[in-house]
């Protein structure tokens, strides 16, 4: 498949540390948010998500952190592996009434150095 | 378990031809489905998504159509491609409306070149 991230903004790491990927969102009223994980010339894989009554979630080596405040969505990466290597979209449910539909971002490609 | 089957997987077209993907979902009824298209180096941006059989909801106007013959049967469709239709077409699907899940689970996608 078509390789993508061409145009992305890149994260650089080292393996073995932690990554933070960040998205901001436009609208205050959307309710529910979701991180994935996107290979070259595959189609995305779920992450984690979380509702905006919650601040932090938490699964396996990954956490999602909900800034509602300054519209700030993050995922953070512990011990960083070469298997991480992909590109990660955030997505919102925008219209908390209209549950059909997540808009995404563009994208951040994380690189990690072996 | 769930799965979603997208095909082709790559399809090289001339302008001017038709189109035609298929995607299908198995192991969940009455799903919500939905196509995506990514064009290289960007994010993923809603074409089409359908609550039900027959009913469709178009995100952006388009040389793109959909449809919904079947519970888990979703279509994607031209009857004259262009050079911009070219990108990676993603189909998905997310639980019906009985509950606040909107995850969406996706195919493994199709490039579409178009020439």
């Known amino acids: 498949g078509e390789s993508v991230g061409l145009h992305l903004p890149t994260l650089s790491v080292q393996e073995g540390d932690n990554s933070i990927i960040n998205c901001a969102y436009s609208n205050s009223a959307s309710d529910y948010f979701i991180w994935y994980k996107q290979e070259s010339g595959k189609g995305p894989q779920f992450i984690i998500d979380?509702?905006?009554?919650?601040d932090k979630r938490q699964g396996q080596r990954v956490t999602v952190l909900l800034n509602k405040t300054v519209k700030h969505l993050s995922l953070q990466i512990a011990a960083t592996q070469p298997g991480d290597s992909a590109v990660y979209f955030c997505a919102e449910n925008e219209d908390p009434d209209s549950s059909y539909k997540l808009i995404f971002g563009s994208g951040t490609r994380l690189l990690v150095r072996p | 378990s769930q799965t979603i089957h997208q095909w082709p997987a790559t399809l090289v077209q001339p302008v001017g031809s038709p189109l035609s993907l298929e995607c299908t979902v198995e192991g969940t009824s009455n799903p919500n489905l939905y196509w995506y298209r990514q064009a290289a180096g960007r994010g993923l941006q809603l074409l089409f998504y359908?609550?039900?059989?027959?009913?469709i909801s178009s995100e952006v106007p388009q040389n793109l159509s959909a449809s919904r013959p079947q519970d888990r049967q979703f279509i994607l469709s031209s009857k004259k491609l262009l050079l911009s239709d070219s990108g990676f077409y993603l189909c998905?699907?997310?639980?019906?409306?009985?509950?606040?899940?909107?995850?969406?689970?996706f195919g493994s996608g199709t490039q579409l070149s178009v020439l």
């Open positions: 359908s609550i039900g059989i027959g009913q």
């Open positions: 979380i509702r905006s009554n919650m």
């Open positions: 998905a699907w997310s639980a019906g409306l009985t509950g606040f899940n909107e995850k969406l689970f």
